[in-house]
């Protein structure tokens, strides 16, 4: 009971201090790196409040994290496992929504800030009193940091808006039938016009969406949206494909949400294609097993992403359930001249004949590039060529025509 805070329940001073030096032995062996963030949860009136403070801040860490309670009002986190140092600023802004407006969080990073336990938490409670002192919600040790990280927070509180007012777009890019010289298809890609920032680059997005706990939502909202849309074109056969982000496609709730998606829609499973990236397809085989063959007795397509580049084992490419192999646009860009990528595309599709899946190649943007393709048997195309992303009508207006 002496290294627990009676009241809260938490680790107190000295057990926070001891828990420090822990965590950052254990970053020196991973060769890592960790935040500590000073809490100041506002004026509190009263023991409930602070317990009900100390609880709220518990349940939006991890496991691996600790909470502590300092003094008063205050609290000490440790984040673990720090891959960038902006993930503080979102783990902050998670606390803050927890306490309410008044509370400010300080960040130090460890080793970029200082080595010494004692001196870490002191930089941050410095910075929890310069955040207060310019009426901001948090504030890093190294102001440069500050900024980057206030910009990326911010970006993200506005990519939640715009999910809530309808303010994203897909764009559609065709997908060629090689031998039929026709569209049979288009892969949705996600755009957004920010008010101030202009174009949002879609790998900027998406980082954002993860950092923020936003890949669910973003991911559900172009699920429906693509499938809302390509319900729409004309004629029975076009297809649409989605990308998907291995943390939605892990979920066990996946393969449920595509089923409810279609029936709300109307969109038959067999004109629906999800695309997810061959790394993705490693980080948790078992659990992408189980959601490729509901995915399949819906009837709906998988796309492997980006082949030949996530270094999958071709045994487990041989059991899972997909359909097409998608050649990363690195190996297309310098066709036919590059003879090393002209050797590795004409590897992938002999693989897929064997396999009996189609290919893809992406990012053609040539015509001597679709010539060699056509020559060696490659199914679809697509790339600037081809055409480039496309609203929704202008899709439905291209199949239209033929």
Same mark, same amino acid.
């Given at each position: ?40 949860? %506002? #004026? !509190?009136?009263?023991?409930? $409040?602070?317990? *009900? =403070?100390? +609880?709220?801040?518990?349940?939006? @860490?991890? /496991? ?61 409670? %410095? #910075? !929890?009193?310069?955040?207060? $002192?310019?009426? *901001? =919600?948090? +504030?890093?040790?190294?102001?440069? @940091?500050? /900024? ?82 390509? /319900? ?82 071709? /045994? ?87």
């Amino acid at each position: 009971m002496a290294l627990y805070d009676p009241l809260t329940g938490l680790p107190d001073r000295a057990l926070f201090g001891d828990r420090l030096r822990q965590s950052m032995a254990r970053a020196d062996r991973r060769k890592g790196a960790l935040a500590v963030l000073v809490v100041d949860a %506002g #004026a !509190l009136a009263g023991d409930d $409040a602070i317990k *009900a =403070a100390g +609880a709220a801040l518990s349940e939006r @860490v991890r /496991a691996t994290d600790t909470v502590a309670r300092l003094d008063a009002a205050r609290f000490a986190v440790i984040q673990t496992d720090l891959d960038r140092f902006d993930e503080a600023a979102f783990l902050a802004q998670k606390l803050l929504d927890g306490l309410g407006p008044e509370a400010a969080v300080g960040i130090a990073l460890y080793p970029d800030d200082s080595r010494a336990p004692d001196e870490l938490a002191d930089l941050a409670g %410095g #910075a !929890l009193d310069r955040a207060r $002192a310019r009426g *901001a =919600a948090f +504030a890093y040790h190294a102001r440069a @940091v500050t /900024a980057e990280a206030e910009d990326r927070v911010g970006l993200a509180r506005d990519l939640r808006a715009a999910l809530k007012t309808d303010a994203l777009r897909l764009g559609y890019q065709p997908k060629l039938d090689i031998a039929a010289g026709r569209i049979i298809g288009a892969e949705a890609l996600l755009r957004w016009e920010h008010p101030e920032r202009g174009r949002v680059a879609p790998d900027l997005i998406l980082g954002v969406a993860r950092e923020s706990e936003l890949i669910w939502p973003l991911g559900e909202w172009a699920l429906r949206q693509a499938c809302t849309d390509a /319900a729409a074109w004309p004629g029975a056969e076009a297809s649409v494909a989605v990308n998907v982000e291995a943390e939605q496609f892990e979920a066990p709730a996946f393969a449920t949400t595509v089923a409810g998606v279609l029936e709300e829609t109307g969109l038959p499973s067999a004109r629906l294609e999800i695309e997810i990236t061959e790394s993705s397809l490693m980080r948790d085989p078992e659990q992408v097993a189980v959601t490729l063959i509901a995915l399949a007795a819906l009837g709906v397509s998988i796309t492997v992403d980006d082949f030949g580049t996530g270094y999958s084992s071709l /045994a487990y490419l041989r059991g899972f359930p997909v359909d097409t192999l998608k050649i990363d646009r690195a190996f297309v860009e310098e066709l036919p001249e590059n003879a090393e990528d002209a050797a590795i595309v004409r590897a992938i599709v002999s693989l897929a004949a064997a396999l009996n899946l189609r290919v893809v190649a992406e990012g053609v943007s040539k015509q001597d590039q679709l010539d060699f393709l056509r020559a060696e048997g490659c199914d679809l195309a697509q790339g600037y060529l081809i055409g480039d992303a496309m609203a929704a009508a202008d899709f439905a207006a291209l199949v239209a025509g033929g």
